[in-house]
């Protein structure tokens, strides 16, 4: 579903994403974790198109990840939710249905308002929403069209704790429908239970790659009683 290969960002002189490679299988659900500045969000705007790659290939259904069929495989909910200020939040959701020509789009933008709770801000401007709220419209417009794979950069951050309960659910809903997830983060409990696999960023290259039940082996093995004290031995500076 994604490959990349040999991905370089360059700053100036400085990788920002230091020759990375790895794979997505369909329906699999990954964590891309790491501490803040490790490169988890440049990899991420780099796969999707928002940041130019200094180097490598990226494909996404086999397609450059650059193309137009690329991008009907895919959505991409950024870190810093955007919405557009005048538009309410249910012109948001007819914006996407038209752009990716969804058809009868209302009942399914029902059922996911309803779900974030934006039901009853249907028709409130974006300038008027607060973030968590714009986090919850994004995450509703990236459901929309139904894509196969789906780029959440740090969804958890600024949802109320029933929302983040949502999304979880969201995520083991996407995942049971074959969906693959790439998922953004630096707090390792937001993706524990939901995540087949880990992959840990440092520094911009990857020094761990692994599935939940060995890295929790690993960490046993280690005397190190959770997966959160070896992801911070990990990536603690030497």
Not at 55 to 63: D, K, L
Not at 144 to 154: G, K, M, R, V
Request: hydrophobic share 40%; proline share 3%; net charge negative.
């Amino acid at each position: 579903m994604l490959t990349v290969t040999n991905l370089i960002k360059k700053y100036g002189k400085q990788n920002a994403v230091d020759d990375i490679s790895f794979e997505l299988d369909g329906g699999e659900v990954v964590g891309l974790l790491g501490p803040n500045g490790a490169g988890k969000s440049t990899t991420m705007k780099c796969i999707v198109g928002l940041l130019r790659k200094t180097s490598g290939e990226i494909t996404i259904g086999g397609h450059d990840h650059l193309s137009v069929e690329a991008k009907r495989f895919f959505s991409y909910i950024p870190e810093t939710p955007y919405v557009y200020d005048l538009l309410t939040v249910k012109e948001h959701m007819q914006f996407i249905a038209q752009a990716y020509g969804v058809k009868d789009w209302q009942g399914k933008a029902g059922e996911l308002m309803e779900m974030f709770e934006l039901d009853d801000k249907a028709n409130k401007l974006g300038r008027d929403l607060s973030k968590g709220m714009r986090q919850k419209v994004s995450i509703c417009c990236a459901l929309l069209p139904d894509p196969q794979l789906l780029f959440f950069d740090e969804p958890m951050i600024g949802l109320d704790p029933k929302a983040i309960k949502n999304t979880k659910e969201v995520f083991k809903n996407l995942k049971e429908a074959g969906k693959t997830i790439l998922v953004s983060t630096h707090l390792i409990d937001s993706v524990e239970t939901i995540a087949d696999r880990i992959m840990i960023l440092k520094d911009g290259s990857i020094i761990g790659n692994d599935t939940i039940a060995n890295l929790k082996q690993q960490a046993a093995q280690s005397e190190i009683s959770s997966l959160e004290d070896l992801f911070l031995e990990m990536t603690k500076d030497a």
